[in-house]
């Protein structure tokens, strides 16, 4: 069964920064892409940013490109967002996912189910 734990989430100003994590478990997390959604209230989820499995292609959705950085480290089974000069607007509920991307686009496959998430909320 795979399994995914967001973290890291928080309270922050803005301009400030955060790093995201989540931890996989139940697959060979070194062999699938992976991404960020978000999430914020009345709102639809919608992809954030997505790596390929070795980290060679990312993927930025046009709010956060210049301002976040997707990594993963392979051996640790852990996906990773740096969040700097965070903006009100980034407020969300983060989640972590299994996707299908190129460098143009990023789309949730059904291989994991949506963990809990991190909440992610910047004051002004």
């Known amino acids: 069964q795979v399994q995914v734990v967001e973290s890291g989430g928080g309270l922050v100003q803005a301009g400030g920064s955060l790093r995201l994590s989540c931890i996989v478990s139940?697959?060979?997390?070194?062999?699938?892409?992976m991404g960020w959604f978000r999430q914020a209230p009345g709102k639809e989820r919608e992809p954030v940013s997505c790596?390929?499995?070795?980290?060679?292609?990312?993927y930025y959705g046009d709010s956060v490109k210049g301002r976040f950085t997707i990594s993963r480290d392979n051996g640790k089974k852990t996906l990773y967002l740096q969040m700097n000069s965070l903006k009100p607007e980034d407020t969300a509920v983060y989640y972590c996912?299994?996707?299908?991307?190129?460098?143009?686009?990023?789309?949730?496959?059904?291989?994991?189910?949506w963990g809990q998430g991190t909440q992610v909320t910047v004051s002004s």
């Open positions: 996912s299994v996707v299908n991307m190129n460098e143009r686009t990023c789309s949730r496959t059904g291989v994991s189910a």
């Open positions: 139940g697959l060979a997390f070194g062999v699938f892409n």
């Open positions: 790596i390929n499995y070795s980290g060679s292609t990312t």
